[in-house]
């Protein structure tokens, strides 16, 4: 079992910038690679950006892309997504969230690769 939280949401103004964390406890860091989802009230859970269990391979979403970073610490088992330039369509309940992996390069953006899923930040962002 891998527990997730994840801490960081609050209210922001469009343009600005919230940086969440993803604290994991529970199994080897280090084997997971981890993903950002979120989703909008009335809408489907969407893709944000994804991270390789090394860190090395990234990716994101087109709609982020430039304006999202998202970064590990294998140290700390925290995972994080910077979110500068926020938008109001940025407004949703991101969550993160981890898949056990043998490469060190993979990475998914389909929720379904997923097996662990935290419970969420919600992030506002007022236009």
């Known amino acids: 079992q891998v527990q997730l939280v994840e801490s960081g949401g609050g209210l922001v103004q469009a343009g600005g910038s919230l940086r969440l964390s993803c604290a994991a406890s529970?199994?080897?860091?280090?084997?997971?690679?981890m993903g950002w989802f979120r989703q909008a009230p009335g809408k489907e859970r969407e893709f944000v950006a994804a991270?390789?269990?090394?860190?090395?391979?990234?990716d994101y979403a087109d709609s982020v892309k430039g304006r999202f970073t998202i970064s590990r610490d294998n140290a700390k088992n925290t995972v994080y997504l910077q979110m500068n330039s926020l938008k109001p369509e940025g407004t949703a309940v991101y969550s993160c969230?981890?898949?056990?992996?043998?490469?060190?390069?993979?990475?998914?953006?389909?929720?379904?690769?997923?097996?662990?899923w935290g419970q969420g930040t919600q992030v506002t962002v007022s236009s």
């Open positions: 969230a981890a898949t056990a992996s043998i490469s060190p390069t993979y990475t998914a953006s389909y929720p379904q690769r997923y097996t662990y």
């Open positions: 529970g199994r080897t860091f280090s084997n997971y690679a």
């Open positions: 991270i390789s269990r090394s860190g090395g391979n990234t």
